[in-house]
């Protein structure tokens, strides 16, 4: 695996910030893999052909999955294509972002496609303005029995969710993604709603109290409508902490959810966020 660093090719992820109050039902509810989420890019006419970038720029080519990847592409037709993943060690169960993090050149990671932004053939390009429902139908198709495809399952109900949520976490896994079946592909905030035991977010410093331990963050959240809303949140943050933050820098907070009114339940700050991790 050859790892190379490209910051002006930024990577856009979406940002998951919907409500589990607001989701609409049947949607889909994907496993969510304790990984590191990259976008894959593939032109045909390139030397390597295909290679990942995460949000910090962080390349990856020459990896025998990639490989894999491009020639299912190649032997499809495919000319271009753009694919939202996830990275990860073994099988990205809960605490599997460490060892993906002490293995970050090893050729045993493992990836999972859960989006596609478009793919380009010889006579049309398909993806950008597509349904979920669509762009899942466009996966299967590309890589259908393969090792590629994001576990997923179609969830009728809030019961069912709150289930699914439970088996999933049960053998082990972090959480579920839950996505409506007709949204598009949103980069930026969207409403996709991500459910852990517990969750960790990145949100902006907007706010340094002077006197207190305590900062505020911007939360975007965004609703089933497509509606937006921005909360200031305030959280604890001790003085050996707060002294090396200002204005805009990320960091991230951990808490127990994103509540209806756009605040986090009961959130604790962790970091900043090290723009070369």
Known sequence: MKITKNYTTKAIIPELRGTFGSLRYPCFGEIKYDGEAVVVMYDISWPDRIITTNKYGTMRSEWSKLDSLADILEEKNIKKALFL????????????????????????????????????????MKGSEATLMDRKEILTKLFYNTDFLVTS??????????????????????????????????????AWVKMKKKDQNDYPVVLIDPTLERIEVKVITVRANMTITEVNVGVKCVNKFKKNLKIGDTVTIEHLGVLDSGSLRNPVFIGKVNEDR
């Open 153 to 190: 399952k179609i969830i009728e109900s809030k019961d069912a969710a709150l289930i699914y949520f439970d088996a999933m976490t049960i053998i082990g896994y972090e959480g579920v993604v839950f996505k409506p079946f007709d949204g598009k592909l949103i980069t930026g905030p969207c």
């Open 85 to 124: 993943g996830e990275l990860f060690y073994k099988t990205g169960e809960a605490g599997a972002l460490y060892d993906l993090l002490s293995h970050k050149e090893d050729d045993d990671l493992n990836i999972k496609l859960y989006d596609v932004v478009h793919i380009i053939n010889d006579s049309e």
